[in-house]
């Protein structure tokens, strides 16, 4: 499981140089994921998309399986101001 935790955050910081956003902090689940970003040049929605899709095609790769793996779509809520 340590390799897939890991791969999953290889895929994010390579992500992170693309597309410019900023991570503040994670914690990874068995079944899910809580990151907290900053978006940087790109909206969440494609940033997203492409880790997804980039760890899927991975962990499907390694465990000879195939479809989702994920099942449902990211949750995003705004960040207050800190005031």
């Not at 995003?76 to 101001?81: H, I, K, Q, Y």
Request: aromatic share 18%.
């Amino acid at each position: 499981m340590f390799e897939d935790y890991q791969k999953f955050l290889d895929t994010i910081k390579d992500y992170q140089e693309i597309s410019g956003y900023e991570i503040y902090g994670y914690c990874l689940m068995t079944n899910h994921v809580h990151l907290l970003v900053k978006e940087g040049k790109e909206d969440l929605g494609p940033i997203f998309k492409r880790i997804g899709a980039s760890y899927v095609y991975w962990y499907n790769w390694k465990c000879n399986r195939s479809g989702h793996l994920f099942q449902d779509r990211f949750k995003s809520e705004p960040g207050g101001s800190g005031e």
